[in-house]
């Protein structure tokens, strides 16, 4: 296994600044990067909008196990404070799908749940792999068509915002 998708939120401090401290930690395995989305918050509203991306990755020395605690340690290195479900964070690295994988484990559920209904994944995952997969549930396009219009339309493209420079 080597291939793995992840998505990158931040909705506090300098979130731009922290979306690049987990791009570049993830450089070298770094196959694509998406543009910058704004959203609302999700789950406990009352914080400020996040600002999101999506990473492929791909290192064939690493399995899904390893992409988490790759991504722990980029939250780590964030400052990450775990203070409730769902609430504000400098960092957040989900490990959205690795190789297909699927996986009951509570520590590492795959596919990421809520992948299915989240805007905020597919659309940015969708502009860098438009023939994405959500392992056992379809096409990633589908499951985007099928979300109400209000959340497509909730997610907003920061063009004005650049994680990475385009190859």
């Known amino acids: 296994m080597s291939r793995a998708v992840l998505s990158l939120g931040s909705n506090l401090g300098d979130r731009l600044e922290y979306l690049r401290l987990a791009v570049t930690g993830l450089r070298d395995s770094l196959v694509a990067v998406s543009s910058v989305y704004e959203t609302a918050p999700w789950g406990v509203t009352d914080q400020p909008d996040f600002l ?3 990473c ?51 520590e590492l559920l795959l ?34 068509a099928a979300l109400p219009a209000a959340d497509r339309a909730a997610v907003r493209r920061r063009d004005d915002l650049v994680l990475a420079r385009r190859r």
């Not at 992948?115 to 396009?141: H, K």
Request: proline share 10%; glycine share 8%.
């Open 52 to 54: 999101n991306a999506v």
């Open 56 to 106: 492929v990755v791909d290192d064939p020395g690493r399995d899904a196990w390893a992409w988490l605690r790759t991504a722990q340690e980029l939250e780590r290195e964030a400052e990450r404070v775990r203070e409730r479900r769902w609430g504000p964070r400098t960092l957040d690295v989900d490990v959205v799908t690795v190789d297909g994988v699927r996986s009951g484990d509570p």
């Open 111 to 144: 596919p990421h749940p809520g992948t299915p209904e989240r805007a905020t994944v597919l659309i940015p995952w969708l502009e860098i792999d438009p023939a994405a997969e959500v392992p056992g549930r379809g096409s990633a396009a589908d499951l985007l």
